[in-house]
């Protein structure tokens, strides 16, 4: 991707949003009782390097998933995103978030240090081209990393990257009330 045509002010507006719906919005899943004293995610500074294009492979397919609970869910898979990271090559799988869009649960080497132990979520951008583009400063952690009610999907079988991903989203620490 052109780092030089990155937009920073989209990423940051859209950290914006998402930390005034974790603050505020009735259907945050960080628990009532605390909202009101946390202050907002913590996030790696943006890094245009870290937003790939990629071949786009379409599949119409149902793939079992692990979740935070230790139970396995069928999830609609809409393709895989052939991406280099690092010198590597990856195919990760792309789900259907259920609401119109796409969403891809991928691990990495900063999980259970300073990312959420069981991986995070980046939305996935399809071009018409065949093409589709991720940029992990958007990923998010799951609500299973704000409250461990919820039961969240994990990143399948091949959506591990080797190297760190410090881009998005750090770990959730826990407002002090």
């Known amino acids: 991707m052109d780092t030089t045509a990155y937009d920073h002010e989209a990423l940051l507006a859209e950290r914006i949003e998402r930390d005034s719906f974790l603050c505020e919005h009735y259907a945050s899943p960080i628990p009532e009782e605390i909202r009101s004293a946390y202050e907002g995610a913590d996030y790696f500074d943006p890094d245009g390097r870290l937003a790939f294009s990629g071949a786009f492979a379409p599949s119409v ?53 300073s990312t959420y132990g069981g991986g995070r979520y980046v939305a996935v951008d399809l071009h018409d081209d065949g093409t589709a583009t991720v940029d992990f400063n958007r990923a998010v952690n799951p609500y299973c990393a704000y409250d461990e009610e919820y039961s969240c999907p994990l990143p399948p079988p091949g959506n591990s990257i080797a190297m760190p991903i410090e881009a998005g989203e750090r770990n959730y620490r826990e407002p002090t009330v």
């Open 61 to 113: 397919a149902t793939v079992s998933v692990p979740s935070s609970s230790g139970l396995a869910s069928g999830y609609r898979c809409v393709g895989s995103i052939r991406i280099a990271v690092g010198g590597h090559d990856y195919d990760l799988t792309v789900l259907d978030d259920g609401d119109g869009g796409t969403f891809l649960p991928f691990g990495d080497a900063t999980n259970g240090q």
